[in-house]
Nanobody, 124 residues
Framework: QVRLVESGGELVQAGDSLKLFCVAS????????MGWFRQAPGKERDFVAA????????WYADSVKGRFTISRDNAKNTLYLQLNSLKPEDTGVYYC?????????????????WGQGTQVTVSS
């Protein structure tokens, strides 16, 4: 079992950048493939990005491709999400999640472990 804690969310203006953090504890972080999801007010939770346990492969939602970058540091048990060129539609609660197989990474129901989320608000 792995425990995940996100941080880094805040209120920013459109065009700004932000970096989110997800710190893991418990089971070996390096064993898990990781993902970021977000949930806007009144909407379902959507896939943002995913990364393999070794960082060899990444996958992005079309809406964030070229603006967001997912990365990880297994030595620090930390997952990152760099958000650039932020837009108001990027507003939401951002969650990190862990899974043990690299398949169906866009499906939130395939992830076994979740953090509590961190709020990102982008003003226009």
């Amino acid at each position: 079992q792995v425990r995940l804690v996100e941080s880094g969310g805040e209120l920013v203006q459109a065009g700004d950048s932000l970096k989110l953090f997800c710190v893991a504890s418990g089971s070996a972080f390096s064993n898990y493939h990781m993902g970021w999801f977000r949930q806007a007010p009144g909407k379902e939770r959507d896939f943002v990005a995913a990364i393999t346990s070794s960082s060899r492969n990444t996958w992005y939602a079309d809406s964030v491709k070229g603006r967001f970058t997912i990365s990880r540091d297994n030595a620090k048990n930390t997952l990152y999400l760099q958000l650039n060129s932020l837009k108001p539609e990027d507003t939401g609660v951002y969650y990190c999640a862990a899974k043990d197989r690299w398949d169906r990474v866009v499906d939130q129901f395939e992830y076994a472990y979740w953090g509590q989320g961190t709020q990102v608000t982008v003003s226009s």
